[in-house]
């Protein structure tokens, strides 16, 4: 043993054996490491693959049971009237009078169009569905809309009031729970093919497309990272966690769902004693003070979000204007407006006159720079349009353009098809002529 420690070739031999076998072994170990890490890679893919597989077909299918949707109003049934403490808001839950019709599906954040028998002429109100496609009913959040506290003369919002002072549940009466109801409408929608994580933003009774949106996303027990915000004055105006406003899976699994993240934002709240006292369910978050976009910032690692935003007019600015400021692109912040938005809206570059011809009525009227949309320029020639929001939101004043070309006179997230516009949104760019 001696003479073979005293022969330095037979040592270097044995070293050069033993650091091949080494580094045979490490290779094996790198290799082994390097099959579980593409193993893992794959298996990721392949269920982000199958959840965007499943979400097209969802999407296909709701195409083909919306293709069934009814025409025109048909009668609904008030079965259950919700009225939510202080905070103004009552969520009322309706299916058809018609048993054999069925229950159209939407997409969360769609919103349904009332006929309302007031005055001689019946009116149209549009509400966001506060719950996600079920196939039981349908459910609507509205906040009546009182005089402000400053004008204490003016009338209180006239489809809020009838829905608060003159709607009743079936079980009160017979008659006072009826409504006409239009299909499920509107593109401020969650679209089922997109997986990216998700910022939802709803202040007040705004929150209301947002709980359609949450709850579809609670419903399917999606991965998808999702931060809830929610802004209200105080906790006498939350909604949010009211029975059976959030999906019942929120309950039980509350705070447990890492992809899960929910903050309530009370902008009237000024003390940590007071925040600590307000009641929230476990994983919910609270804050003082309003929404802003440092709020947001402060949570989010990056601006690489979808951004869903429905509130405030104010917030609303604020918010699309600084998220497009941090760098999200315009198209990954959606908003659901109302009414247009107060910002000024903008003015054609040169202020110089536009002629606008609409065809089928033959009239023929000048946009002026005092001239806002092309819907009032038409109002003012006498030219009829259907419109509804006013607010680039539901498509009713879409007409079609035959010639020239039209600008924005704000943002909208509502997709025209070409050689159409949207009358309410948008002003002439050069002489039109329209199909109507
Ligand atoms: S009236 Fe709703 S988009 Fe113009």
Known sequence: MLEIIQNPAVVIGWLLCLTVLLLAGLGGLLLLRRHRLLSLQFEAENRLLEEQVRSIQEKRKLEIETSEAWNGFANFVVVKKVCHGD?????????????RLVLTPFLPGQHLIFQLPIGSQPIKRRYSL??????????VSVKHALAP???PDAPAGVGSSYFHEMLEEESQSPYKCLIQVACPAGSFVLDPAE??????????????????????????????EVWFFYGIRNAEESVLFDEGMLHPSFEKEAGQRENIHVFVYYSAVKTKEELSAI????????????????????HLDSNNYLFYICGPDAMMNDLEEGLVAWGVPEEDVLTERFAPPSTKAVKHTDGAPRKITFAKSGKEVEFTADDSTILEVAERAGVP????????????CKVGLVSGKVEEAFRTNYKCSPGSCLSCACLPDTDIVLDC
């Open 87 to 99: 905070s103004g808001i009552c969520s009322f839950y309706l299916k058809p009078k018609d048993k």
């Open 149 to 151: 506290k400053n004008r």
């Open 195 to 224: 997986t990216r994580p998700l910022v939802l933003i709803g202040g007040g009774v705004g929150v209301t497309p947002m709980l359609s949106m949450f709850n579809s996303i609670l419903e399917k027990s999606e991965s998808r």
């Open 385 to 396: 349009i259907a419109y509804d929001c006013r607010a680039g939101s539901c498509g009713t």
């Open 130 to 139: 506060s719950d996600c496609s079920n196939g039981e009913y349908y459910r």
């Open 279 to 298: 009641q929230v369910p476990p994983g919910v978050g609270r804050c003082g003070g309003r929404i802003t976009l440092d709020a947001i910032k402060s």
